[in-house]
């Protein structure tokens, strides 16, 4: 081994410790300076965030500024998927974000597409002094002049410009790549034809050199521009991986035609065509990716697509069309068969069939009468219909989808975590190997030993391809969240997504989940003194100040009758049992018959009766008038129409289902037998559902739990996955991972379909990601010279590099063609449910 052998492994061994000081060592904080009781920091974006790592304080309103001084797709966003917290962030213009910090740590914030990375450390309020109360420098920040948030069809059309204008860039730059960089390649591959296959003048090293400078400088600006400047930030990514090895490249090309004779003989080897090959194919592949990756938007364009633009409202008496954004609470609209109905409203009069399909996922349109309600973007079918705007704007249903598929779409999976940890180290390592293959190949490699240990360093960046890894999960996340949202599935977060596939358990709430949740009075049988109206009359009376379901029943079967319902003296309602009440001078105990044998009133005469009704699948309530038993009335609850096949289905998918009640053990294990579940937790207190949830998990169950009333609430929130239905109360709907806007259990199967369905995309993702890495960059680096004498050549490195990010691009939008299938009809079964009672809490 010479002494230049010896200095360049030496100098290798150094170069490769001061990047990895470089890229790992502590990073300093920048402190954001209070004024007027808010954090404020300026964060600049261009190849990466400047400052990138940010300190603040917990509990303090906080306000970065992100000036992002570029295009691309990107940074188009940045993300805080601790934080739950996104915002777009359009080209050359300054975007504040706004939040206050919850607790103290470290979360990090990145680009869309987990390119570039930043670090928000929150430190505890009152522990850190170095948050001085100033005002910004007039050159360090600049308020925003506009403080509203943009709406979803601003941000849209604003990425849609943006994109437009990038595609149009990288047309403009690979046309001119092409055109330059095929008369040098052309000169480079015939040439071993013979001298009368290529003119001479193509072979001249001047005029390759003329040709290939435009494509260096030009057609790979954008390359250049974001890996030096990722490397100045200390966050190298693709592109700083490209500009080293074409810099490389051209910069020994440059220096073997500016000094040939300087330099021996074997080693004067230009690599022009190689440079103008790999910026061309890298600009062809971000070219088709920016086609493919614009596809994965679809769902917001078309939820975008089915608002109405104008709406016929009554003014002064006359009808005036004016624009949707015009509209405001409290408008009378007129909306005519056939079109959109244009915000969420109020019947006022009128009936006619509504399609809802485009919001819910169902097909059949739904009747609706006056005191219905409609919703925004659905279309009026066959009727005339006078309705009043009750949300608009913003507020609308149509407005709350767009705005969760954004904050789903921007979120990050648990799996991601994976392709996290490896992007933090992959580029500096990738450096590494090329460094030290540059050094191994001049050591041991066969003459001549400078270009090839430069041709196969050459290789290793330019093959490697961290931009797959970065696009595996986000793209697969936009398509599944978008794909859910048009079939009626609002998903929260990638986290719900990623969870529903491994769910095991699915608890279904009966009341309003299995059932339609409208309850009527079916039975009155008395068994004391007074007639069957009187009873009926002090049951209504009873439950009037009551808002359970049972109560509007019994209530609406009293009005029904036409009997008079008196006005109660006093009433309470006792959780989980009934109520009492006073009404005209009589006591009156309406419930389980737990209620009344504490209250001393013997049930033996309606245990019989009770028996009988609970075995028909209603559910009986025990009536006692002045601490005497009086009769038992019944109200049943209709099974919803698709509630048994959608169970049969769950049972398909391996899942076991389980249903939660309140009701007595008998006419929940009747509602079970009915719609095939095999399992039923009874007389379950509303506060007492979440602790059999955690009970099902301490078996080492993955739960679902499906719900929609606001008792339900703690039990969605404590599953591993919530699912509201979204007919539900809005308090369900807030603490459930997952909404389903129709309120069918068909939406709980489809959300579990296509959670599988995403995942095994992702999957498949993170496999072309990590198995072409794992390949190429060994490849490129020369370990199968020894054996067969292979090398890799740089251009097929870059033209595998841009296959690579294409096929997982293109593998995300394969789910685009997901399909929702229908039910199957339930098969025919008798099923004799386990009936278990409420554990002790």
């Known amino acids: 081994m010479t002494n230049v052998d010896i200095a360049v492994l030496a100098g290798a061994a150094l170069v490769v410790a001061g990047l990895a000081w470089y890229f790992f060592a502590p990073r300093r904080a920048h402190a954001a300076a209070v004024s007027d009781g808010v954090q404020r920091v300026h964060v600049t974006i261009r190849g990466g965030y400047s400052p990138n790592v940010v300190q603040v304080r917990q509990g303090i309103p906080v306000e970065i500024e992100f000036d992002r001084q570029e295009t691309g797709d990107c940074s188009s966003r940045v993300v805080f998927p601790d934080l739950h917290l996104s915002a777009s962030l359009p080209a050359h213009r300054r975007t504040s974000v706004r939040f206050t910090p919850p607790r103290a740590g470290s979360f990090g914030f990145s680009c869309s597409m987990n390119m570039i990375y930043g670090t928000l450390i929150v430190t505890p309020s009152g522990q850190d002094t170095q948050f001085p109360e100033q005002p910004y420098a007039a050159t360090d920040y600049v308020p925003t002049e506009a403080t509203e948030e943009p709406t979803a069809a601003d941000t849209e059309a604003a990425q849609a410009e943006e994109r437009r204008a990038d595609i149009a860039d990288l047309t403009r730059r690979v046309m001119i790549g092409a055109l330059l960089t095929a008369p040098v390649l052309y000169a480079v591959m015939a040439q071993p034809l013979g001298a009368h296959w290529v003119p001479a003048v193509l072979l001249n090293r001047w005029l390759q050199l003329a040709f290939i400078t435009p494509v260096m400088c030009y057609v790979g600006w954008p390359i250049h521009r974001s890996g030096w400047l990722a490397l100045v930030h200390r966050s190298p990514d693709m592109n700083s991986l490209i500009t080293l090895g074409t810099s490389a490249a051209y910069g020994y090309s440059l220096l073997v035609t500016v000094a040939a004779t300087a330099l021996p003989p074997e080693v004067r080897d230009v690599y022009f065509e190689a440079v103008g090959v790999i910026l061309t194919l890298i600009m062809v592949g971000r070219l088709l990716e920016a086609r493919a990756k614009a596809g994965t938007g679809e769902a917001i364009r078309a939820l975008l697509g089915l608002q109405a633009r104008t709406a016929r409202v009554v003014r002064g008496g006359s009808e005036t069309e004016i624009p949707i954004d015009q509209v405001v609470v409290g408008d009378e609209i007129v909306i005519r068969p056939g079109e959109k109905i244009p915000v969420d409203a109020t019947v006022i009069s009128g009936q006619s069939a509504v399609d809802e399909s485009m919001v819910t996922g169902e097909s059949m349109p739904v009747t ?101 890894l970065g696009l595996a999960t986000p793209l697969s996340i936009m398509v599944g969240t978008g794909k859910g949202a048009r079939a009626g599935i609002l998903i929260r977060s990638a986290e719900a997504l990623e969870t529903a596939h491994r769910l095991d358990t699915i608890v279904l709430d009966k009341t309003g989940t299995i059932t339609a949740g409208k309850p009527a009075l079916t ?30 029943a019994i209530i ?177 709907i807030e603490a459930a991972d997952i909404t389903l806007i129709s309120g069918s259990l068909a939406g709980v199967v489809t959300a ?78 008798i099923i004799e449910p386990q009936v278990e009672t409420a554990a002790a809490p």
């Not at 009359?537 to 359970?548: M, P």
């Not at 009770?610 to 005497?628: C, I, M, R």
Request: hydrophobic share 50%.
């Open 368 to 468: 609706k009468h006056g005191g219905d309600t409609v919703i925004g973007a659905t279309v009026n079918t066959t009727g005339s219909l006078r309705v009043r705007a009750v949300k608009v704007g913003a507020d609308t249903m149509l407005a709350q989808i767009i705005r969760m598929v954004q904050q789903a779409q921007a979120s990050r999976a648990p799996i991601q975590r994976l392709a996290d940890a490896i992007s933090g180290y992959f580029v500096p390592v990738v450096i590494a190997i090329g460094i030290t293959t540059f050094a191994v190949w001049f050591v041991a490699g066969p003459a001549p030993a400078l270009t090839q240990a430069l041709v196969s360093a050459v290789a290793v960046l330019i093959i490697a391809c961290p931009c797959a």
């Open 752 to 829: 579990i379909r296509l959670s599988h369905a995403t995942m095994r995309n992702i999957q498949q993702n993170l496999f072309f990601a990590l198995i072409y890495n794992a390949i190429g960059i060994p490849l490129a680096a020369g370990v199968l010279y020894p054996l067969l004498g292979l090398r890799l050549s740089p251009m097929i490195a870059a033209a595998a590099m841009a296959l690579s990010s294409l096929s997982v691009v293109g593998n995300a939008n394969r789910l685009r063609r997901y399909r929702v299938e229908p039910l199957a009809p339930a098969p025919p079964q």
């Open 523 to 552: 039975d009155v049988q008395v068994t004391g003194t007074l007639a069957e109206r009187e009873l009926v009359s002090l049951v209504a009376a009873a439950e009037s100040d009551s808002e359970h379901p049972v109560a509007t």
């Open 556 to 732: 609406g079967g009293a009005r029904d009758r036409g009997i008079h319902i008196p006005a109660a003296e006093s009433f309470t309602s006792i959780t989980g049992k009934g109520v009492r009440a006073t009404v005209s001078g009589r006591a009156l105990l309406v419930g389980t018959a737990a209620l009344l044998a504490e209250n001393g009133v013997t049930t033996d005469e309606l245990e019989p009766i009770s028996t009988e009704l609970a075995a028909a699948g209603k559910t009986p309530l025990h009536v006692a008038v002045d601490g005497q038993p009086a009769g038992v009335l019944a109200v049943a609850d209709t099974v919803k129409d698709d509630s048994a096949a959608a169970i049969a289905a769950m049972r398909k998918l391996g899942l076991q289902v389980v249903m939660i009640t309140g009701d007595d053990a008998r006419t929940a294990a009747a509602i079970a037998s009915q719609v095939g579940v095999s399992r039923v937790l009874a007389e379950v207190l509303p506060e007492h559902k979440a602790g059999e949830i955690r009970r099902l998990q301490a078996g080492g169950r993955r739960v679902g739990m499906v719900g929609d009333g606001i008792n339900d609430a703690p039990a969605l929130a404590q599953a591993d996955v919530g699912l509201a239905i979204g007919t539900g109360t809005d308090v369900a």
